[in-house]
């Protein structure tokens, strides 16, 4: 699966923590989403993003694809 993204994920602030998400993290939700089908994976970023981002205004724009070869 190639993945391909924008900075807008890893860039969010938490509503709790008022901190940037980071892209160690990101890496870290991909490899643990990576097994799952595309479905799933989609389903599973998207909570995790609205997850930590809670009412927090969205900072930046978010783009992830991923393409199973």
Known sequence: ILYFFTDGFSDQKSEKEEKK???KRFKQLILSV???PLKKQ??????TFFNWKGQFEQVDDVLVIGIKI
């Open 21 to 23: 998400s980071s892209s």
């Open 34 to 36: 990576s097994k799952e």
């Open 42 to 47: 989609e389903e599973l970023i998207s909570q």
